[in-house]
């Protein structure tokens, strides 16, 4: 089991590019998340799904796109990236109990 | 807008001391989890207490939850070096439908060997 995995593992992007940050999980959870978290903060939620073909805004969606199509991938796509962006990025994927499995993290930087 | 507070934002200790965190929420929950972040790392979950539960025992972890008061602590007893990481509460808030976690901003603890 390699749990919930995420690519790439760092990224730097300019202004204005766009890019997909990829998740995958090899647990069949339903239940997969998008955070993140800023320098000495705790988690924002970006987006969550609840299934194959269900997803739904969390905290802090603006600018990010997700779409779900199998039950292992949950990809986040930045469309236009802003400075703002800049953060570490992780995956979660729970069970029922709402205990989440986080992946390693992206840390990305926007110029 | 954070879900969980904590406080409090650091804390500094000797190795063999215990070490106390406490984390506030805003709304009603099913379940409150404490995870744990080395630094530049993922969260790695710790222990998880449902509603209807007041304490929770997992080897040197010691987790209380007021219900009444919204209100949550997580006890480290005698701590090691190691124990040295951001530790998280976290609540399945109303706002997602309970299908996803809202994190308080942390508690950073150095255990000084």
């Known amino acids: 089991n390699a749990g919930v995995t995420q690519t790439p593992k760092f990224q730097v992007l300019k202004t204005g590019q766009s890019m997909t940050l990829q998740c995958a999980q090899d647990?069949?959870?339903?239940?997969m998340s998008w955070y993140r978290q800023d320098p000495g903060m705790g988690l924002r939620l970006i987006h969550y799904?609840?299934?194959?073909?269900?997803?739904d805004q969390g905290e802090v969606p603006n600018g990010y796109n997700v779409s779900r199509s199998t039950t292992e991938d949950f990809p986040l796509r930045l469309l236009s990236a802003a400075p703002s962006q800049t953060s570490v990025y992780f995956c979660a994927s729970s069970t029922d109990s709402n205990t989440q499995y986080f992946g390693p993290g992206t840390r990305l930087t926007v110029l | 807008s954070q879900q969980g507070e904590e406080d409090p934002q650091a804390l500094s200790i000797q190795e063999g001391e215990n070490a106390t965190m406490n984390c506030s929420y805003k709304t009603s929950i099913n379940n409150l989890q404490w995870y744990r972040q080395n630094s530049g790392r993922g969260l790695v979950h710790l222990i998880l207490?449902?509603?209807?539960?007041r304490e929770k025992h997992s080897g040197r972890l010691r987790v209380t939850l007021d219900t009444s008061k919204k209100s949550s602590s997580l006890l480290i007893t005698a701590s090691r070096a190691a124990d040295t990481a951001s530790y998280f509460c976290a609540t399945d808030g109303e706002d997602t439908g309970r299908r996803a976690l809202t994190f308080g901003s942390g508690t950073r603890l150095q255990v000084q060997p």
């Open positions: 207490i449902r509603s209807n539960e």
């Open positions: 799904s609840v299934g194959a073909g269900i997803t």
């Open positions: 647990m069949n959870h339903e239940y």
